[in-house]
T-cell receptor, first 112, second 111 residues
């Protein structure tokens, strides 16, 4: 089954404790992306990757890091999480940036 | 800042009616546009993509693109209560690889 898998689905943690949200796709997609969704603000792109070892900032990259060492994986790293990063996060992938994206089930992060 | 604007709603229509959802975008160079549906607590799922001016139909859904006026719309015919969701408009920005989403329009279809 074609899918984008995110883990964990839910996480409550404390300020400053490094965390990683994993994302994996099994569709051999080149384009992968991370979004955060906040009430009234819609989906905002954090980082995206056009292919292995090629990443770039979206509209809200501050406080986040990503890597793309393998085509299927695109982890999101919060080195020192802060309460303003409490949000619902989605990973998505597509064949390329002009194609529709497939979304993971989401990760709800709460930073206390 | 490149933007995609949608009326947040809620838009309420009776069952069987046509629901009309609108979206405007600021990046005149955008070429790829998408409508996603998102049920509460779920992830977005693709309804339609559109790349050329005009209409594109898929079942009860019709997407309309007017690049000169920089708007995209989605019509839902014979609306059903199961269509009640938030509809997200998205545009692929020009000059790069970013995707920009609107804040979404909430649609309620009353039985």
């Amino acid at each position: 089954e074609a899918q984008v898998t995110q883990n964990p689905r839910y996480l409550i943690t404390v300020t400053g404790k490094k965390l990683t949200v994993t994302c994996s796709q099994n569709m051999n997609h080149e384009y992968m992306s991370w979004y955060r969704q906040d009430p009234g603000l819609g989906l905002r792109q954090i980082y995206y990757s056009m292919n292995v070892e090629v990443t770039d900032k979206g509209d809200v990259p501050e406080g986040y890091k990503v890597s793309r060492k393998e085509k299927r994986n695109f982890p999101l790293i919060l080195e020192s999480p802060s309460p303003n990063q409490t949000s619902l996060y989605f990973c998505a992938s597509s064949l390329d940036s002009d194609q529709p994206q497939h979304f993971g089930d989401g990760t709800r992060l709460s930073i206390l | 800042q490149k933007e995609v604007e949608q009326n947040s709603g809620p838009l309420s229509v009776p069952e069987g009616a046509i629901a009309s959802l609108n979206c405007t975008y600021s990046d005149r160079g955008s070429q790829s546009f998408f409508w996603y549906r998102q049920y509460s607590g779920k992830s977005p799922e693709l309804i339609m993509s559109i790349y050329s001016n005009g209409d594109k139909e898929d079942g009860r859904f019709t997407a309309q693109l007017n690049k000169a006026s920089q708007y995209v719309s989605l019509l839902i015919r014979d609306s059903q209560p199961s269509d009640s969701a938030t509809y997200l408009c998205a545009a692929k920005g020009s000059g790069g690889f970013k995707t920009i989403f609107g804040a979404g329009t909430r649609l309620f279809v009353k039985a």
